[in-house]
């Protein structure tokens, strides 16, 4: 699991970073710092885009030297691509895991919602009980996976893997369905997503307070049952 986004605030009376490698420290204290900076890059990226944030202020809100993120990371695009790794490594290592014990627990007997349900459980856990840093980085992957300058390459590179290993379980769930079907299908839970995740309020504003976009238990019960329904209408068996 990786860190919480509590930190204790860096001790203000600290002499500011030099340039170039910080001064000898332990491999502890370098990694809090670490850790520290990516911590307010994420909060600051969720709220206003890798466009509407400075290297100065991801510093101010850590609280170090700009030194030490050009240090660390190099460029703002190197901090962003840190700041989407670290927790994407968590969420899809663990959704490989759990469809792949999903199937290996259920051969020759998967169905379509257990095997959602599979996939989708770790990012939706992992939002409700994972504390603030996951809240900002579930609303950052909503952002990036809608943004037309670098979002598709962004996700190719950390989510892939883990969405080409659930379409090819579900080819076995779905025999017959044709390979441009699949990934429509998949288009389109993947949106549906990203956007709850994402808890945008919207839900509620439409609903007029009915649904609640925070009810994440509850999102993320609709979703397997809506996905699997959506999948089941459009990967038809292909003709001979």
């Known amino acids: 699991m990786t860190r919480s986004a509590a930190k204790s605030p860096v001790d203000a009376s600290a002499a500011p970073a030099r340039r170039g490698r910080p001064r000898k420290a332990s491999e502890a204290g370098l990694a809090d710092t670490r850790d520290l900076i990516l911590d307010a890059a994420e ?50 290592n663990e959704r490989v895991d759990a469809i792949n014990r999903y199937a290996s627990e259920n051969a020759g007997a998967m169905t379509l919602e257990g095997l959602l349900e599979a996939f989708l459980r770790p990012p939706f856990q992992w939002s409700l009980k994972g504390g603030p840093g996951w809240k900002h980085y579930s609303a950052l992957v909503a952002q990036t996976n809608a943004n037309p300058a670098f979002g598709g390459e962004t996700m190719a590179r950390y989510f892939d893997p883990a969405i080409h290993r659930l379409i090819e379980l579900i080819r076995q769930v779905l ?45 993320s019960d609709y979703m397997v049952r809506f996905a699997a329904a959506g999948f089941r209408a459009v990967c038809t068996p292909s003709e001979a």
Do not use: M, Q
């Open 175 to 219: 025999p017959g369905a044709r390979e441009v079907d699949l990934y429509w299908a998949y288009h389109n839970l993947s949106g549906a997503l990203t956007l709850t995740l994402g808890e945008t309020g919207r839900l509620d504003r439409l609903s007029n307070g009915l649904c609640r976009s925070g009810d994440l238990e509850t999102a």
């Open 43 to 92: 909060d600051l990226f969720s709220k206003h885009g890798f466009y509407g944030v400075t290297i100065r202020e991801v510093a101010r809100e850590a609280g170090v030297d700009t030194a030490l993120i050009h240090y660390y990371f190099t460029a703002k695009r190197g901090l962003f691509d840190a700041v989407f790794l670290r927790r994407a490594e968590v969420w899809n």
